[in-house]
């Protein structure tokens, strides 16, 4: 395994350990009742050859049933499957690992472990496997019923947002109110209230201006709360290139910060907004499940965000990664540094559509689906996802440059498209969407046509005077406020995910 155990794996791998050693010596032991039972042998001349034979069966079976687990992730943080399928991955690694050991006893010629030996303790082991994978899930659920017998003495609709007043955010808190939760925003305002002014006049809207990089800006906020949402940080590769400790200070450490308050007022959910950027450059069609390839700082600092909070887990707090796809459209905070959105710009004022690697893969989602997503989290059972992470976006929207900026064209037929050949920008990834499209029902509602649509009529409505003005970029924004830092453990964990890829590759 790469790295240090961490303390939750080290649990997992000894309690696999007793689990296989005990269904061994149980099936010893059926063995041993059956004979002495039936066929009348005597228990004195064959238990010391029984008690013999396990101990010689117990290393090897231990380990070629913990190397399988293994191989399968069960001990592995990215294996996130659910249902069924979790179900199945673990009968084809228990049963796997007793076709190995049953190969090794045919070879032994039944000496080492007996036929009916091989079958019960398989039987025994994948029950009890499938049990312990299953009791936290259990107990949720009984934690979930207990709770909704005390609703009438707390309010548990009551959500924190961070970084309300954001792109994403700016779309989500109208959808937040309407459906009836009273939300309180901790945001620093940097693009003003502008992209709430429509709402903020709703009285189940709390505004609190503060920094969530300050525990004395946190604590307060968490007060009451129920359910958090992070969106605050540095998003996009070039503004978090612009200052390299700043990002890691306001993505990774600030991360922390919030989940350990979080977690200290004992709120239930916290769900954290990560990136597809995670994956990097790949040639495969990725899931939630698929190996991470970052090439950039900001996809670094997402990862190791996301290994944060995964150690933080547990029954009473429970974590939701939300992996976005490329975002395209518009919200209450517009911007023109996102590639559809900015091509559009470009085609429209300049009558151009450059593109710099065309071939290179992006899955699109329109920024409206993106904030829809995270109501379907929040009011999803929890059981479906506690510990969960989950792509956001269709498959249908995994897309070449190239398509994007012919389909711009199409709209636009006044505009030309030049394909200026390679690109600096490393990142090339298809994603599948199918977890959360089977496990929560989530649809999009827009197409890149019609986001493409959306950002022409803004133009026609002359919404937008100058899309290169700096309220619509992030690097702009980030360029002209001042923003202190304090950096420290957190490098650290930024060099060790370096060094777990390297490892890999």
């Known amino acids: 395994m790469k790295g240090k155990l961490t303390k939750a794996v080290t649990f997992k791998i000894i309690t696999d350990g007793i689990i296989i050693s005990v269904s061994l010596l149980a099936a010893f032991q059926i063995r041993l009742l059956w004979e002495v039972i039936f066929e009348e042998k005597e228990i004195s001349n064959i238990y010391k050859l029984f008690f013999v034979n396990y101990l010689k069966c117990l290393p090897l079976v231990s380990l070629i049933n913990i190397v399988s687990y293994y ?98 955010g700016s779309a989500l808190l109208p959808k937040l109110l309407d459906a009836g939760y009273r939300v309180r925003m901790l945001d620093l305002f940097m693009y003003g209230k502008d992209p709430i002014q429509h709402i903020l006049d709703n009285e ?39 200052d390299e400790t700043l990002t890691i200070e306001i993505n990774l450490t600030a991360t922390r910060l919030i989940a350990e308050v979080a977690k200290a007022n ?15 450059a790949s040639d495969e069609i990725l899931d939630e499940n698929s190996s991470l390839n970052p090439v950039s700082l900001y996809a670094k600092s997402k990862i190791a965000s996301e290994e ?83 792509n956001v976006g269709s498959n249908e929207q995994n897309m070449t440059l190239t398509e ?25 990834y298809r994603v599948k969407f199918d977890k959360i499209n089977n496990l929560l029902k989530f649809k999009v509602n827009w197409t890149l046509q019609m986001g493409i649509e959306q950002v022409i009529n803004s133009f026609s409505n002359n919404e937008i005077i100058n899309y290169k003005d700096s309220i619509y970029s992030n690097v702009k924004q980030l360029t002209e406020t001042e923003m202190n830092y304090d950096s420290g453990w957190e490098e650290r964990l930024i060099n060790k995910i370096d060094s777990d890829i390297n490892s890999a590759n």
Not at 266 to 280: L, M, N
């Open 71 to 168: 191989i399968f992730g069960f001990y592995n943080k990215g294996l996130y499957y659910a249902g069924n399928r979790k179900i199945l991955c673990i009968i084809q690694a228990v049963s796997i690992a007793y076709v190995i050991i049953g190969l090794i006893a045919f070879m032994s010629k039944g000496e080492l472990l007996p036929r009916s030996v091989l079958l019960i303790s398989w039987g025994i082991s994948l029950l009890s496997i499938i049990l312990a994978r299953y009791w936290a899930v259990l107990w949720r659920t009984i934690i979930s019923v207990d709770e909704n017998l005390n609703t009438a003495k707390s309010d548990t609709r009551n959500i924190l947002v961070i970084g309300g007043a954001g792109y994403i």
């Open 204 to 242: 189940k809207l709390e505004l609190v201006k503060g920094d969530f990089r300050r525990i004395e800006d946190i604590v307060p906020a968490m007060k009451g709360i129920d359910k958090v949402i992070h969106l605050g940080g540095l998003v996009g590769d070039p503004a978090c290139a612009v």
């Open 266 to 280: 004992r709120i239930s959910r916290f769900v954290f907004a990560s990136t597809c950027s995670v994956y990097g």
């Open 308 to 390: 944060v909070l995964h150690n933080l887990q547990d029954v009473n707090f429970n974590v939701t990664i939300v992996r976005f796809g490329t975002i395209y459209g518009f919200s209450g905070r517009n911007r023109f540094d996102l590639v559809v959105n900015l091509l559009v710009a470009k085609a429209l004022k300049e009558k151009k559509v450059t593109l710099f690697g065309g071939d290179q893969w992006r899955p699109f989602v329109h920024v409206d689906d993106a904030s829809k997503s995270l109501i379907n989290i929040i009011q999803a059972p929890i059981e479906l996802v506690s510990g969960e992470i989950f």
């Open 404 to 428: 994007v900026g012919e389909l711009i064209i199409k709209l636009i037929p006044s505009a030309e498209l030049i394909d200026s050949g390679s690109s600096e920008d490393r990142r090339n």
